[in-house]
């Protein structure tokens, strides 16, 4: 049995300066490197590390970046026999700039990633009978997503979304065919149309998303921590108290830390922590797939804080 992640894989072109350049300015920078990213190829990656059999759906273009994105997904351990080569469109491609204060611009050329498409659902669709679950995100055309949950829902496997980018259309029928939806802040806020700045606020969220149909609403808070409902139970994590120097990935970690331990079975409440700690380990390093943890690191880090320290008691929906 294996998880299947469907989505987005990219290459981000990343220029560092002391500050953003303004309309019309040419601007010398400092430094400049290439990272293999996509949040759909970053979900895969944070899976593989933690030793979970994983398989990527999606496409990349004929050209270097391709080369470059697939060899890295396949040296990570993730299973690329069904990335499709697309070799009328580009690879995906983020172009960032980022000054001295972590502020950033940044310009997103979808190429084969927006060409996803029910071809691509098809070959997903062969693979559900030996999955568990199945990953989404929203970094490719939301009728792939519609119909690749539809899919799942048919095989009666796990679907996972996690709705990023915030998108103002997000389809009606798309919310009960998840089982689990883990919006950040901004994401939950775009979804139920009031602010998320806390737990309270993240609880409200969660009951709005559940009356959608959805199964299970995690609402990521980052610092503050994480808010987790189901029609059963309702439950907060504390974050990890770490030293972080960037967030890129952190989301993506949180999924794959989550996933992971409900492929091994364990239950939601650890399930949660167990992303928690992913997501906080992912904002120790630079990078977006160059700060997902390996097994051994991640199992470390949970020794030494140890799970039950990051537990609050259960409260029903009723009090």
Not at 47 to 57: C, E, N, Y
Not at 190 to 195: D, H, K, N, R, S
Not at 227 to 236: H, L, M, R
């Amino acid at each position: 049995m294996s998880i299947i992640v469907f989505g987005s894989i990219n290459i981000d072109l990343v220029a560092t300066a002391p500050r953003l350049p303004v309309a019309g300015e040419t601007l010398l920078g400092e430094d400049f490197f290439q990272v293999s990213g996509g949040k759909g190829a970053n979900q895969a990656v944070a899976l593989a590390r933690l030793g979970i059999p994983t398989q990527m759906v999606g496409r990349v273009g004929a050209d270097g970046f391709g080369v470059e994105l697939v060899n890295n997904l396949q040296a990570s351990g993730v299973q690329i026999d069904n990335i499709f080569v697309d070799k009328t469109v580009s690879s995906g491609v983020a172009i960032i700039a980022v000054n001295h204060a972590g502020e950033n611009q940044i310009i997103v050329i979808p190429g084969a990633n927006g060409c996803v498409n029910q071809e691509d659902v098809e070959r997903l669709s062969h693979l559900l009978p030996s999955a568990t679950a199945l990953l989404l995100q929203l970094e490719i055309p939301i009728t792939a997503v519609v119909a690749a949950a539809k899919a799942a829902r048919k095989t009666k496997i796990t679907v996972i979304l996690d709705p990023a980018p915030a998108q103002s259309d997000f389809p009606d029928e798309l919310y009960p065919l998840v089982d689990i939806i883990t919006p950040n802040e901004v994401e939950a806020a775009q979804l139920v149309g009031f602010p998320v700045d806390g737990e309270e606020q993240a609880a409200k969220a969660a009951e709005v998303l559940l009356q959608r149909g959805v199964k299970c609403a995690i609402v990521k808070l980052g610092a503050k921590g994480v808010f987790c409902a189901t029609v059963e139970e309702k439950f907060f994590i504390p974050a990890f108290p770490v030293h972080a120097v960037d967030t890129v990935a952190a989301g993506d970690a949180f999924n794959g830390g989550l996933t992971a331990a409900l492929f091994e079975k364990l239950s939601l409440h650890q399930a949660v922590i167990w992303g928690a700690a992913a997501g906080a380990l992912a904002t120790t390093k630079l990078g977006a797939q160059t700060s997902l943890p390996d097994r051994f690191t991640f199992d470390a880090f949970l020794r030494e804080w140890g799970e039950t320290r990051f537990m609050r008691v259960n409260l029903s929906l009723g009090e």
